[in-house]
């Protein structure tokens, strides 16, 4: 199965479970979207791997317009019925983005770099449609430094989700922001406690793939999320 297809099997079969996660957080980023993102009321925004929109909605109050693109249609669905009057979906492979370059003034990405085989090329995309001495944002859960650890981590994950491809550690997220010439003006990590069940409920691992699943789940999972806050040269 390509990655795409264990996207769309994965997200299509959970998308109410996705939409419910996104409003019991909403609160939550969205202040921490206040915080860490300067804004000045007026750009055109992208959130990239969307799902039922959560980046789009918590920029959506401080900004002109928000585009959100998303591979899975029922998620854009369930999207597009709670979204604000300024945010659209479009359906589309955030890898090979269907805009023009620098045609927006901040683009952004949370929780879905793990989700493609080459994050590297999301990297690429956010920069290219991003415009001259505009911002880039990329949210993700990190990979622990130590190799074995995160080799670890991705088999549970991967067998707990097959349309997980890969957690990316800090330094690799660096090297990827270095290649495509972005400026870091800032990151944080945030500890995120997940309980197993609710866990694998959430990517609705049942049967056989769920005892897998279970036989490599760490003893206890505290998730790491990078926070990085990037200026388009
Ligand atoms: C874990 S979800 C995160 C969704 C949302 N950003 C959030 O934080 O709630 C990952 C999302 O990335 C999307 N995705 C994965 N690969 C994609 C691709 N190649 N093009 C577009 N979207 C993709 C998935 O369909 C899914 O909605």
Redesign the pocket.
């Known amino acids: 199965m390509s990655t795409?297809d264990a996207?769309r099997a994965r997200?299509a079969a959970t998308a109410d479970r996705?939409a419910a996660?996104?409003e019991r957080r909403a609160d939550e980023l969205a202040s921490r979207i206040r915080e860490f993102v300067p804004l000045a009321g007026d750009e055109r925004a992208l959130?990239?791997?969307?799902?039922?929109g959560?980046?789009a909605f918590a920029l959506a109050p401080l900004v002109g317009e928000v585009v959100a693109?998303?591979?899975?249609p029922e998620?854009i669905e369930r999207g597009r019925a709670k979204a604000p009057a300024n945010v659209s979906f479009v359906e589309?492979?955030?890898?090979k983005l269907d805009f023009a370059r620098a045609s927006f003034d901040v683009a952004g990405?949370?929780?879905?770099l793990h989700?493609?085989p080459r994050p590297e090329l999301v990297i690429a995309e956010l920069t290219r449609v991003t415009r001259p001495g505009g911002t880039v944002l990329v949210v993700d859960q990190i990979a622990p430094n130590d190799p074995l650890a995160a080799f670890d981590l991705n088999a549970f994950e991967r067998a707990r989700d097959p349309?997980h491809t890969r957690t990316l550690a800090d330094v690799d997220l660096r090297q990827l922001f270095e290649a495509n010439s972005l400026v870091l003006l800032k990151a944080e990590f945030v500890r995120e406690q997940r309980e197993l069940e609710p866990y694998l409920d959430l990517a609705g691992c049942k049967g056989e793939q769920r005892e897998q699943a279970k036989a490599l789940a760490p003893a206890d999972y505290t998730a790491e999320l990078g926070w990085y806050l990037l200026r388009r040269p």
């Open positions: 795409h996207t997200f996705l996660l996104q959130d990239v791997g969307a799902g039922t959560a980046l693109v998303e591979l899975v998620l589309g492979d955030i890898v990405t949370l929780r879905t989700h493609v349309s």
